[in-house]
T-cell receptor, first 106, second 111 residues
Framework: KNEVEQSPQNLTAQEGEFITINCSYSVGISALHWLQQHPGGGIVSLFMLSSGKKKHGRLIATINIQEKHSSLHITASHPRDSAVYICAVWYDKIIFGKGTRLHILP | NAGVTQTPKFRVLKTGQSMTLLCAQDMNHEYMYWYRQDPGMGLRLIHYSVGEGTTAKGEVPDGYNVSRLKKQNFLLGLESAAPSQTSVYFC??????????FGPGTRLTVL
């Protein structure tokens, strides 16, 4: 069983839709990291959180430590949000999910 | 500030050849990391460093060596490249165990 599971693996949506990407993990963690990988390959840090909720622009990340689950939400999605979104968890090491490929249609 | 830079961006090697990938950061970060990214798999940690002169093994260290002689640089070496090392390599840095900043990646092909 993978220690970090992301769902869905692929997601296509229309511009303006509300997007939710999920990350579940099986170990006790100290922090969780959401990353965005652009089509060109570059990786950008979005959020690092260990509890509660964080918001930056149209992006919101939440984490429930008891349920070992985190969600990344995108409000008013736009084609430029098309990317792979990666969840990573820290415990005694760092483990990455395989990513969710998001495609927003204009 | 340039952030995290990687050299080279692309490289093709023959089996058995050696090479060194250079990662440099100008953010005065203590921690630096080398990852590989393969199709269908998440990023995997090869080696990391928590400070100048220190290195430690990650999840997939075999076939790689690293050095951190200067705080701003982290080198990844392949002594005898194998086709299984064909991958995209990412370097990252962080201030302590906080969010990581990634370099643009190096695409390596071993024939």
């Amino acid at each position: 069983k993978n220690e970090v599971e992301q769902s869905p693996q692929n997601l296509t949506a229309q511009e303006g839709e509300f997007i939710t990407i999920n990350c579940s993990y099986s170990v006790g963690i100290s922090a969780l990291h959401w990353l965005q990988q652009h089509p060109g390959g570059g990786i950008v840090s979005l959020f690092m959180l260990s509890s509660g909720k964080k918001k930056h622009g149209r992006l919101i990340a939440t984490i429930n430590i008891q349920e070992k689950h985190s969600s990344l939400h995108i409000t008013a999605s736009h084609p430029r949000d098309s990317a792979v979104y990666i969840c990573a968890v820290w415990y005694d090491k760092i483990i990455f999910g395989k990513g969710t490929r998001l495609h927003i249609l204009p | 500030n340039a952030g995290v830079t990687q050299t080279p961006k692309f490289r093709v090697l023959k089996t058995g050849q050696s090479m060194t990938l250079l990662c440099a950061q100008d953010m005065n970060h203590e921690y630096m990391y080398w990852y590989r990214q393969d199709p269908g798999m998440g990023l995997r940690l090869i080696h990391y460093s928590v400070g100048e002169g220190t290195t430690a093994k990650g999840e997939v260290p075999d076939g790689y060596n690293v050095s951190r002689l200067k705080k701003q640089n982290f080198l990844l070496g392949l002594e005898s490249a194998a086709p299984s090392q064909t991958s995209v390599y990412f370097c990252a840095s962080s201030r302590g165990g906080y969010e990581q900043f990634f370099g643009p990646g190096t695409r390596l092909t071993v024939l």
